[in-house]
Nanobody, 128 residues
Framework: QEKLIEFGGGLVQAGGSLRLSCTTS????????MGWFRQAPGKEREFVAH????????YYADSVKGRFTISRDNAGNTVYLQMNSLKPEDTAVYYC?????????????????????WGQGTQVTVSS
């Protein structure tokens, strides 16, 4: 069974940066689409970004485009989310997720239901 663990959350002032990491174990990481989602209190889980199996293709929610960067290290079984120019509305619990095996990307894979393994989440709080 795949296990995902997120690291790197914390408290940061608006305009600051954080880098989230997610390490995985239990299956061949390099074969799978990987994504980041977030959930703020009282809101539904929303898509942030995903990266294709080889790291060559990325896709972002409009709300984070130009500020966040997703990347992966297949040798280290790790996916990253670099978050710059953070805003108070970015405050949420951030989750990494493992998607389907193969080359996938795009709007369809912004849906939480297309991912089958999830981490426990890491809190990101941006103060104004």
């Amino acid at each position: 069974q795949e296990k995902l663990i997120e690291f790197g959350g914390g408290l940061v002032q608006a305009g600051g940066s954080l880098r989230l990491s997610c390490t995985t174990s239990g299956r061949a990481f390099s074969n799978y689409l990987m994504g980041w989602f977030r959930q703020a209190p009282g809101k539904e889980r929303e898509f942030v970004a995903h990266v294709s199996w080889n790291g060559g293709t990325t896709y972002y929610a409009d709300s984070v485009k130009g500020r966040f960067t997703i990347s992966r290290d297949n040798a280290g079984n790790t996916v990253y989310l670099q978050m710059n120019s953070l805003k108070p509305e970015d405050t949420a619990v951030y989750y990494c997720a493992s998607g389907p095996r193969g080359f996938y990307f795009g709007t369809y894979y912004s849906r939480p239901g297309t991912y089958d393994s999830w981490g426990q989440g890491t809190q990101v709080t941006v103060s104004s």
